[in-house]
């Protein structure tokens, strides 16, 4: 089964749905103790990097979080769940992220309209299984403020232009990220998702 993390800050419902869509069982967990039956866990999020943060810490998520990311379970973090994979935010000042991925999360460049929201093309970098069967430059929707900056940029997968080039998709080893919402983006987010519920076996 597939555990979706309910922290207060995530877009928990259409997730969930789109699983079921595709015939995959999946569940929100309301408490942390929740993590470790699953196969697979999803971490959404919509909101301020450092509030979720808080969020996570006060719930008592983080650490079951990081001891099922690092026990090899299939981890994917989605829009700020993304971004809550990385070392640090910048938003609203200094917070410290899972540090899953080592980088920080920083703010859009003057420029452009901000949030960047609405559909926007991804280009793959490199070839990962979330991507398969996924043509490049397909498009997805996106809405988020600020962005990834990676040490490695060997974990970027796939990258889009707002006027900036950015991380769209993420990895190593078990753990992906994706800035845009797979779950509003069909069908080739569902191509992402179907792709990720079989890294968990689940089906």
């Known amino acids: 089964m597939i555990g979706i993390v309910d922290y207060g800050r995530g877009n928990l419902r259409s ?10 069982t999946a569940r929100i967990m309301a408490e942390p103790q929740e ?15 450092g509030d979720a943060m808080a969020a996570l810490e006060r719930h008592g998520w983080v650490e079951p979080l990081l001891t099922a990311a690092r026990s090899g379970k299939p981890f994917l973090g989605i829009c700020l769940g993304m971004q809550l994979l990385f070392s640090h935010g910048e938003e609203h000042g200094w917070h410290e992220g899972l540090g899953l991925l080592k980088g920080r999360v920083i703010h859009f460049p003057p420029g452009r309209k901000i949030p960047h929201m609405g559909w926007n093309n991804v280009s793959w970098v490199r070839e990962s ?47 992906w990220g994706t800035q845009f919402h797979p779950e509003k983006s069909s069908p080739w987010g569902l191509t992402l998702l179907d792709n990720f519920a079989r890294q968990v076996n689940v089906r």
């Open 129 to 175: 299984v979330l991507s398969r069967g996924i043509p490049d430059r397909s498009f997805f929707y996106f809405v988020h403020s600020y962005y990834a900056v990676p040490e490695d940029p060997e974990v970027v997968w796939g990258v889009a232009d707002y006027g900036v080039q950015f991380p769209a998709f993420v990895g190593r080893d078990n753990v």
């Open 15 to 24: 997730v969930e749905k789109a699983l079921h869509k595709l015939g995959y």
């Open 35 to 49: 993590i470790e039956p699953m196969q697979g866990i999803i971490l959404p999020g919509v909101g301020a990097f």
